[in-house]
């Protein structure tokens, strides 16, 4: 996927979208999600997904919470770096619900994760919102806290990372899975980085 470098954040949803709409392990239908992610330099990614659901499940309400559990929306994403070329492959999963709760944490696999604390989780900026029909969340992956992981990333016009993004829900009543990028595996798991799609920066057509 191609994601554009802005000016600033307000250009966001000028950019293409991007769509949820692979179904997983016997998921029959989900809501229409889809996405916007752009780059602005020397300041961070920022993101916005949109799901057209009316009345999500959004029990939880604090950040860390187990969101997954509620009607959520995630991106993962796994940049390059000389630590990673060192033998620490880490990537990023970002989770929220319809109440801004956002799950935020990095590791080389699903368990053994390490957790972002209370402030670097404020950074992440999350928000939600909820209409009649639909909710969003917004945030933000600060460039700061991205070399806290990596190391100087050095990003630009070119420049490479992989990512994914996920709609889920696993509770019983109105479980399903759906993903951005297919993910190959014949059990539910959506920390799987082999099948994170590839994701260049792209000067924005002006």
Same mark, same amino acid.
């Given at each position: 996927?191609?994601?554009?470098?802005?000016?600033?954040?307000?250009?966001?949803?000028?950019?293409?979208?991007?769509?949820?709409?692979?179904?997983?392990?016997?998921?029959?239908?989900?809501?229409?999600?889809?996405?916007?992610?752009?780059?602005?330099?020397?300041?961070?990614?920022?993101?916005?997904?949109?799901?057209?659901?009316?009345?999500?499940?959004?029990?939880?309400?604090?950040?860390?919470?187990?969101?997954?559990?509620?009607?959520?929306?995630?991106?993962?994403?796994?940049? *390059? !770096? #000389? $630590?990673?070329?060192?033998?620490?492959? @880490?990537?990023?999963?970002?989770?929220?619900?319809?109440? %801004?709760? &956002?799950?935020?944490?990095?590791?080389?696999?699903?368990?053994?994760?390490?957790?972002?604390?209370?402030?670097?989780?404020?950074?992440?900026?999350?928000?939600?919102?909820? *209409? !009649? #029909? $639909?909710?969003?969340?917004?945030?933000? @992956?600060?460039?700061?806290?991205?070399?806290?992981?990596? %190391?100087? &990333?050095?990003?630009?016009?070119?420049?490479?990372?992989?990512?994914?993004?996920?709609?889920?829900?696993?509770?019983?009543?109105?479980?399903?899975?759906?993903?951005?990028?297919?993910?190959?595996?014949?059990?539910?798991?959506?920390?799987?980085?082999?099948?994170?799609?590839?994701?260049?920066?792209?000067?924005?057509?002006?």
């Amino acid at each position: 996927m191609d994601v554009e470098i802005l000016q600033n954040s307000s250009e966001l949803e000028m950019t293409r979208p991007f769509r949820v709409e692979t179904l997983l392990w016997g998921t029959k239908k989900i809501p229409e999600t889809y996405g916007y992610l752009g780059f602005v330099p020397g300041d961070g990614f920022y993101l916005k997904m949109v799901c057209e659901e009316a009345d999500p499940l959004r029990t939880y309400t604090e950040d860390q919470d187990p969101v997954y559990q509620d009607s959520a929306m995630e991106a993962f994403v796994m940049f *390059e !770096s #000389d $630590r990673e070329r060192e033998g620490f492959p @880490i990537y990023m999963n970002l989770e929220a619900n319809a109440n %801004g709760a &956002l799950l935020a944490a990095y590791g080389k696999e699903r368990v053994y994760r390490s957790y972002f604390s209370k402030d670097e989780v404020r950074a992440f900026s999350c928000k939600a919102c909820i *209409e !009649s #029909d $639909r909710w969003s969340i917004t945030l933000k @992956i600060p460039l700061s806290v991205l070399e806290q992981i990596y %190391g100087p &990333l050095h990003l630009e016009e070119g420049s490479r990372f992989r990512c994914n993004f996920y709609k889920i829900s696993e509770t019983a009543a109105c479980e399903h899975y759906a993903s951005y990028s297919p993910v190959l595996s014949e059990t539910p798991d959506f920390h799987l980085p082999e099948f994170f799609a590839s994701a260049k920066l792209v000067r924005r057509e002006r």
